[in-house]
Nanobody, 126 residues
Framework: QVQLVESGGGLVQAGGSLRLSCAASGRTFSRYPVGWFRQAPGKEREFVAA????????LYADSVKSRFTISRDNAKNTVNLQMNSLKPEDTAVYYC???????????????????WGQGTQVTVSS
């Protein structure tokens, strides 16, 4: 069983930066691809970024490409999301999720992910 806990959310002005962290319990976490998703009020959950188990492959939503960077440290069982040049439209609850999958393929479909954290709020003021 994998349990995920997000941290690092908060209130920031447009153009600012935040670094989200996803801490996992369970020895198998390092074998799984991990994704970040977000959900704004009244909207569906959407894909933000994903990373393969070894960090060798990353995938980003077009809306965050070149502004956000996903990384992982398997020795520490953490996955981070560095968010720069934040915009008001980035305001949402951010979730990390792990997919029980063997291989290096990363996907953006939230239905393909098996374990979810409780989320952390990110608010970007204009």
């Amino acid at each position: 069983q994998v349990q995920l806990v997000e941290s690092g959310g908060g209130l920031v002005q447009a153009g600012g930066s935040l670094r989200l962290s996803c801490a996992a319990s369970g020895r198998t976490f390092s074998r799984y691809p991990v994704g970040w998703f977000r959900q704004a009020p009244g909207k569906e959950r959407e894909f933000v970024a994903a990373i393969s188990w070894n960090g060798g492959i990353t995938l980003y939503a077009d809306s965050v490409k070149s502004r956000f960077t996903i990384s992982r440290d398997n020795a520490k069982n953490t996955v981070n999301l560095q968010m720069n040049s934040l915009k008001p439209e980035d305001t949402a609850v951010y979730y990390c999720a792990a997919r029980v999958f063997s291989g290096t393929v990363v996907v953006g479909d939230p239905a393909r992910y098996d374990h979810w954290g409780q989320g952390t709020q990110v608010t970007v003021s204009s």
